[in-house]
């Protein structure tokens, strides 16, 4: 399980080291086997799954009607752009130049444990997300059993 963040900073190869509290993890859950995509529904941020994770929700993406746009795109954001990425021999992995101009994130960066994948932000578009308060009206039924 992935969770909690970390501040980090892409080099100028566009590599981002793996925070030492995640290395193991990473090596045990996907024997350091990666794959990075754009965030599916945000204009900002990349998915980082780990290869079985990946699997799973690329099947399922895949099975979608493709006679829907939203389908579509959704296997454009998600499948279409998936790149599969190993750590080097210094735990660090690449971030493809296109994946991080789409999600606007430069040398200052956030990386975020989600459960069962990490999310990757610019340190701006973090902040943001952050600082984006839910009101009631954004609270469905689902939320009322959440002891927060």
């Known amino acids: 399980m992935f969770q909690g963040e970390t501040a980090i900073t892409i080099d100028d190869k566009g590599r981002l080291a793996i925070p030492t509290a995640y290395r193991e993890l990473v090596a045990r859950a996907c024997g350091n086997r990666l794959v990075i995509t754009y965030n599916a529904f945000e204009t900002t941020g990349l998915y980082i799954y780990p290869h079985a994770v990946w699997e799973k929700v690329r099947d399922q993406v895949n099975a979608l009607p493709r006679v829907k746009k939203p389908s579509r795109i959704l296997q ?7 790149e599969f990425v190993e750590p080097d021999g ?5 971030i493809p130049a296109s994946h991080r101009n789409a999600a606007g994130i430069e040398r200052k960066a956030v990386l975020v444990g989600m459960g069962d994948k990490f999310e990757l932000w ?10 984006q308060p839910l009101g009631d009206e954004d609270l469905g039924d689902e939320f009322q059993e959440l002891m927060l």
């Open 76 to 82: 454009l954001k998600l499948v279409g752009a998936a």
């Open 90 to 94: 210094n735990a660090r992995i690449s």
């Open 122 to 131: 610019s340190e701006a578009d973090h902040l943001a997300q952050i600082r």
